[in-house]
């Protein structure tokens, strides 16, 4: 069984910043690909950045240049920088992972989230 753990998550000024962490846990054979994705009330969850195993990273257009995203392999930690912070950051924030339980068998894994909320 393995767990994605959020946190980091709370209530911040705009132009504030935030830093999320997620760690996985569990019968762990290796981690691909880690994400961070929102959802904000009355949306869709959307993808907002992930990270390869060798650091290749992707960003949404609407954060680039405000969230960094970056991970530890050693202890299976995925973090998200958030700077910059806008009111329409506020969502839910949920860690997500392309998980290898043995070095054949794949599954993708979520979080329970963490609440970010911006506002004066």
């Known amino acids: 069984q393995v767990q994605l753990v959020e946190s980091g998550g709370g209530l911040v000024q705009p132009g504030g910043s935030l830093r999320l962490s997620c760690a996985a846990s569990g019968s762990i054979y290796s981690i691909n690909d880690m994400s961070w994705y929102r959802q904000a009330p009355g949306k869709q969850r959307e993808f907002v950045a992930t990270v390869t195993r060798s650091d290749s990273t992707n960003y949404a257009d609407s954060v680039k240049g405000r969230f960094t995203i970056s991970r530890d392999n050693a202890k299976k930690m995925v973090y998200l920088q958030i700077n910059s912070l806008k009111p329409e950051d506020t969502a839910v924030y949920y860690c997500?992972?392309?998980?290898?339980?043995?070095?054949?068998?794949?599954?993708?894994?979520w979080g329970q989230g963490t609440q970010v909320t911006v506002s004066s």
């Open positions: 997500n992972a392309d998980v290898l339980l043995t070095a054949w068998r794949r599954l993708n894994y």
